[in-house]
């Protein structure tokens, strides 16, 4: 008696593990996936604002008026920075790159004073960048403006296009998370069909009978959502070593996120399948349970 006690003890122990496994290799898919979907916004924010553009300046413009121009430009809305490039500079620059100063073979220096504009990312999209356009080229010290307008666009295209098909993965792996998660959690309930069935008969409500289920398959969810958590953890520290630079644009709230995210769904997707389950021996009649 005593051993078959501790051979069932043990296998229930096994199945249990298994199930938590099984969930938290399911949470760890959908995490990445939420993770994928929140850099991914970060990372379009993050290249959007890098990307410059150059108010070139007219000749012999005073420092004054540069300056006060300057500073309108910083008090717009869709400007993030806005940095003065003077002539000299830009040569200096220009001889970084090319190792030689311009003005040594043509004799002066062919290059113009610019801004150097940077914009929130939400302004850095087609429609917003002609309106921008037209306002900064109405100024009567701009020659011209310069910036790649096909990069500009490409950005814009492909981010949609990745946030479109990021979306549809979700769903689509929410809707299998949901069938392994059901299906591992029926074959432990399974066990307990006839007791569900006892119980029904001593007159138990189903709320009743459900809420040991629910409280045992909570605690599941608990403790695999906290496995897939550190697997996240694991993945993330990978991708750092890896990656220079992936950590500037991962912050600690879009991690907490992510974790209080994965939780809520081993939570949520373990009670729900739990009820399906339950609410499944609820309505079999007890000779139809040698069936199934």
Do not use: C, W
């Not at 898919?29 to 150059?54: H, P, Q, R, T």
């Not at 979700?170 to 998370?177: H, T």
């Not at 007159?203 to 996240?232: D, H």
Request: neutral net charge; aromatic residues 8%; charged residues 20%.
């Amino acid at each position: 008696m005593a051993e078959n006690r501790k051979v069932s003890s043990v296998s229930f122990f096994n199945s249990r593990l298994t199930s938590i496994i099984s969930i938290a290799l399911v949470l760890f898919l959908l995490g990445l996936i939420l993770l994928m979907g929140l850099l991914g916004n970060k990372l379009s924010e993050y290249v959007k604002e890098n990307i410059a553009f150059s108010i070139v300046l007219k000749e012999n413009q005073k420092e004054a008026d540069i300056k006060q121009m300057q500073k309108k430009l910083d008090a717009q809305a869709y400007i993030k920075s806005t940095e003065y490039i003077s002539k000299e500079q830009a040569a200096k620059e220009l001889e970084e790159e090319l190792g030689e100063n311009p003005e040594t073979f043509l004799g002066f220096n062919p290059l113009q004073a610019s801004i150097e504009v940077k914009l929130h990312s939400e302004y850095a999209n087609p429609d917003s960048l002609k309106r921008i356009e037209r306002e900064i080229m109405s100024y009567t010290s701009v020659s011209d403006l310069l910036y790649r307008k096909d990069m500009m666009e490409m950005v814009h295209t492909n981010i949609t296009r990745v946030g479109l098909i990021l979306l549809i993965l979700a769903v689509v792996l929410m809707v299998i998370s949901f069938v392994l998660i059901s299906n591992t959690i029926r074959l432990l309930i399974y066990s307990k069909r006839f007791l569900i069935h006892t119980m029904k008969l001593v007159g138990a409500t189903p709320g009743f009978i459900r809420r040991p289920f629910i409280g045992y398959n909570v605690v599941s969810g608990i403790m695999a959502a906290v496995l897939a958590i550190l697997l996240l953890t694991g993945a993330l520290y990978y991708l750092q070593t890896e990656l220079e630079g992936f950590i500037r644009i991962l912050d600690m709230q879009t991690l907490l996120l992510v974790y209080a995210g994965v939780l809520v769904l081993g939570i949520a997707l373990s009670v729900s399948a739990t009820v399906l389950a339950v609410n499944r021996y609820l309505r079999m009649r007890g000779d139809e349970m040698y069936y199934v």
